[in-house]
């Protein structure tokens, strides 16, 4: 089992930056791919970025690309995503997951594990 813990969502004004974390506890997800998805009230969960269990291979979705980052530590149980440039947009629910193979997933049925999500609002 792999419990799945985000952090740093909140309120940033448009054009500001946001840091998020997710840690990933219980059986080891270093071999694993994870990803970043994102949900807007009113709208399916979507996909924003990938990385391998590496970290060398990304994948970004093209409404973020440019602006996200995503890494992950070296131990593997430790996933950022920096945020730039945000926009009203970006606002939605983050999750964080993990995905049971070494190859980068797109959507979510690609996933295993989820995280409880993280809230962030760019405000106009």
């Known amino acids: 089992q792999v419990v799945l813990t985000e952090s740093g969502g909140g309120l940033v004004q448009a054009g500001g930056s946001q840091r998020l974390s997710c840690v990933a506890s219980g059986r080891s997800v270093s071999r694993f791919a994870m990803g970043w998805f994102r949900q807007a009230p009113g709208k399916e969960r979507e996909f924003v970025t990938t990385i391998s269990w590496s970290g060398t291979d990304t994948h970004y979705a093209d409404s973020v690309k440019g602006r996200f980052t995503v890494s992950r530590d070296s131990g593997g149980s430790t996933v950022w995503l920096q945020m730039n440039d945000l926009k009203p947009e970006d606002t939605a629910v983050y999750y964080c997951?993990?995905?049971?193979?070494?190859?980068?997933?797109?959507?979510?049925?690609?996933?295993?594990?989820w995280g409880q999500g993280t809230q962030v609002t760019v405000s106009s």
């Open positions: 997951a993990v995905r049971h193979g070494y190859d980068l997933g797109y959507a979510a049925d690609d996933y295993d594990y």
